[in-house]
């Protein structure tokens, strides 16, 4: 029992050191070379859009419209970027002006990642209904 608690003891500090690890090069790659090439890393690493959203609004000055445009230009799935906008509180007006950013700024964006939903949308009225046999502009 000694050998199993001290084993789940060591998995749990190699775990830790390598999660402190990858939040400093995500930091310091940010730091040094902006965050399209940080998210691009964090992407390449193994983390996923929702851990670098966290992280990355936690980062001083970062605008959360250059961390959306960062996570679509790096590859990430539209999907998995709305979840963690939403889970972090960035709104969908943010999102959208990301993805259009992304579109602008790089090569290779997948257009479909993203179909922005219409917050002001308005139907033409119905057309009105054919007049009915027993209607009086039907006699003479």
Excluded: H
């Amino acid at each position: 029992m000694k050998r199993i608690t001290i084993a789940c003891i060591l998995v749990l500090i190699s775990v830790s050191i390598a999660f402190a690890d990858w939040l400093g090069d995500f930091r310091d790659t940010y730091v040094q070379a902006g965050i399209d090439k940080a998210v691009e890393n964090a992407l390449k690493g193994g983390a996923n859009p929702d851990l670098i959203v966290e992280n990355g609004m936690r980062l001083d000055g970062l605008n959360p419209q250059n961390l959306v445009k960062a996570l679509y230009c790096a590859g990430a799935k539209g999907v998995d970027i709305r979840a963690a906008a939403e889970k972090w509180n960035i709104s969908e007006v943010i999102v959208a002006a990301g993805f259009k950013k992304s579109i602008a700024e790089c090569q290779d964006v997948d257009t479909q990642a993203y179909t922005p939903v219409a917050s002001d949308t308005t139907f033409p009225p119905p057309p009105p209904p054919p007049p009915s046999p027993a209607s009086p502009s039907n006699f003479r």
